[in-house]
Nanobody, 124 residues
């Protein structure tokens, strides 16, 4: 099982980035999938998630209306479109897939698969 995250980078406040997470060895459609992030000195948080099969989504309050999570079943790839980025969005972003869920999100515990992380830096 492998999750390959890409698309991070340095962007000015107000800009946009699109993160991608290509999965192999598992089907994103059969798993809870999502994006977590961790900023220096802060706890890891769930950002945006998409439920298995039905595709219902979740976004944490701080990104609501700015971020959109989506999934291409044929490509077995998950995306996170991030618009109107803010400096407080700066973090390492991880894609996660898990057969076990927490609400609409991956539980993220021992049954989860994690990508390697991609750095997003938003300058003011």
């Amino acid at each position: 099982v492998q999750l390959q995250a890409s698309g991070g980078g340095l962007v000015q406040a107000g800009g946009s980035l699109r993160l991608s997470c290509a999965a192999s060895g598992l089907s994103l459609n059969d798993n809870y999938a999502g994006w977590f992030r961790q900023a220096p000195g802060k706890e890891r948080e769930r950002v945006s998630c998409i439920m298995r099969r039905g595709g219902l989504t979740y976004h944490t309050d701080s990104v609501m209306g700015r971020f959109t999570v989506s999934r291409d079943i044929a490509q077995n790839t998950m995306y996170l479109q991030m618009n109107n980025l803010k400096p407080e969005d700066t973090a390492v972003y991880y894609c996660v897939a898990d057969k076990n869920g927490w609400g609409r999100c991956p539980r993220g515990a021992h049954t989860a698969s994690w990508g390697q992380g991609t750095q997003v830096t938003v300058s003011s």
